[in-house]
């Protein structure tokens, strides 16, 4: 049977699990021409994850662990999947059941017939605050013309990816990841399904706005040079209105005998161009700060323990 890994990162999900394990438990049971594995990530977990997830483990032998040393964020905690799913596909999923697992089968279906990476695209979003589903259209928008990639808007991370697609992504190993990107970066042959997103099953949201904007900086920055572009362009028209401005002083003040004032207007001026050196700055120093924390080359991740081999109540079924 093809063998087909679903991995999911978790942090401070005891809450949802029961839940998850459920569902996935039931459908999974009805596709039997394939041999599941439910590898959970659990990054850094400060309530009782790790604990639910043992438990679980010791009522199924499809259960796996991979237990991070400490909370290295999601984007780390998928590639840890990646390395550790060893699988003809690999479905990645979060905990917190806002994606259907019944999406599964028609994954499947799709990559029986040949797609590499059948992705899952929402249609609504119930749950979030009309702020957060509007500022994420408007990231999307703005990503999808600064990137010089195809990335799909309103995809998150629920998609099937074939061995190809997931050995493709754990080469890359960049530590500043953007993993919505790289989906699109490696390629192959990709399909869509649309779905509409359910609220979280139980606990609460881990991504406040801090960390949705520093992955939104991420994205922009790891698929994009426009912002420099923009500060270079901003630049050079702030040049050119100032030297304009000073052609006019010059001339008004020669031919018209008129004597430049207002110092106020002067102060306003060295205050917009100092503005716009400093951001200029910052965004240069966005890419500096990424090209120096790629060139330590530090590894991505430590794993504090994870699955070796468990003896379960079916003393037949091992798993290593």
Same mark, same amino acid.
């Given at each position: 049977?093809?063998?087909?890994?679903?991995?999911?990162?978790?942090?401070?999900?005891?809450?949802?699990?029961?839940?998850? @394990?459920?569902?996935?438990?039931?459908?999974?049971?009805?596709?039997?021409?394939?041999?599941?594995?439910?590898?959970? /990530?659990?990054?850094?977990?400060?309530?009782?994850? *790790?604990?639910?997830?043992?438990?679980?483990?010791?009522?199924?032998?499809? /259960?796996?662990? /991979?237990?991070?040393?400490?909370?290295?964020? +999601? #984007?780390?905690?998928?590639?840890?999947?990646?390395?550790?799913?060893?699988?003809?596909?690999?479905?990645?999923?979060?905990?917190?059941?806002?994606?259907?697992?019944? %999406?599964?089968?028609?994954?499947?279906?799709?990559?029986?017939?040949?797609?590499?990476?059948?992705?899952?695209?929402?249609?609504?979003?119930?749950?979030?605050?009309?702020?957060?589903?509007?500022?994420?259209?408007?990231?999307?928008?703005?990503?999808?013309?600064?990137?010089?990639?195809?990335?799909?808007?309103?995809?998150?991370?629920?998609? *099937? *990816?074939?061995? +190809?697609?997931?050995?493709?992504?754990?080469?890359?190993?960049?530590?500043?990841?953007?993993?919505?990107?790289?989906?699109?970066?490696?390629?192959?042959?990709? +399909?869509?399904?649309?779905?509409?997103?359910?609220?979280?099953?139980?606990?609460?949201?881990?991504?406040?706005?801090? +960390?949705?904007? !520093?992955?939104?900086?991420?994205?922009?920055?790891?698929?994009?040079?426009?912002?420099?572009?923009?500060?270079?362009?901003?630049?050079?028209?702030?040049?050119?209105?100032? %030297?304009?401005?000073?052609?006019?002083?010059?001339? #008004?003040?020669?031919? *018209?005998?008129?004597?430049?004032?207002?110092?106020?207007?002067?102060?306003?001026?060295?205050?917009?161009?100092?503005?716009?050196?400093?951001?200029?700055?910052?965004?240069?120093?966005? @890419?500096?700060?990424?090209?120096?924390?790629?060139?330590?080359?530090?590894?991505?991740?430590?794993?504090?323990?994870?699955?070796?081999?468990? /003896? @379960? !109540?079916?003393?037949?079924?091992?798993?290593?």
């Amino acid at each position: 049977m093809k063998q087909i890994c679903i991995s999911i990162p978790t942090y401070n999900e005891q809450e949802a699990l029961p839940y998850l @394990y459920e569902r996935l438990n039931r459908i999974t049971n009805q596709l039997t021409n394939y041999a599941f594995t439910f590898l959970f /990530v659990n990054d850094g977990s400060t309530d009782d994850t *790790l604990a639910t997830i043992k438990k679980l483990q010791q009522q199924d032998y499809r /259960v796996r662990f /991979v237990n991070l040393s400490r909370n290295y964020g +999601k #984007e780390i905690a998928m590639i840890a999947g990646f390395d550790h799913a060893c699988a003809d596909a690999t479905i990645l999923l979060d905990a917190d059941l806002q994606d259907p697992p019944e %999406i599964i089968v028609q994954m499947l279906e799709y990559w029986e017939s040949g797609y590499e990476d059948v992705y899952a695209k929402r249609i609504s979003r119930k749950g979030e605050t009309w702020f957060k589903k509007w500022s994420s259209k408007k990231y999307y928008e703005v990503l999808q013309k600064m990137a010089t990639i195809d990335i799909p808007k309103d995809t998150g991370d629920f998609r *099937l *990816l074939d061995r +190809k697609c997931v050995e493709a992504l754990k080469e890359i190993r960049e530590s500043q990841r953007y993993t919505k990107g790289l989906f699109s970066f490696v390629g192959f042959k990709k +399909k869509e399904i649309l779905f509409e997103r359910d609220a979280r099953v139980a606990g609460s949201t881990k991504w406040n706005y801090k +960390k949705l904007f !520093q992955l939104a900086i991420d994205g922009i920055t790891s698929f994009s040079v426009a912002p420099l572009r923009l500060a270079s362009i901003a630049g050079a028209s702030i040049l050119i209105i100032t %030297i304009l401005t000073l052609l006019f002083i010059f001339i #008004e003040s020669i031919f *018209l005998g008129r004597a430049p004032t207002g110092t106020m207007g002067i102060i306003t001026v060295i205050l917009f161009l100092g503005g716009v050196q400093l951001i200029s700055i910052g965004l240069l120093g966005e @890419y500096i700060g990424r090209i120096f924390m790629e060139t330590k080359n530090r590894p991505l991740y430590f794993v504090e323990s994870h699955t070796e081999q468990v /003896v @379960y !109540q079916d003393k037949s079924r091992k798993i290593g």
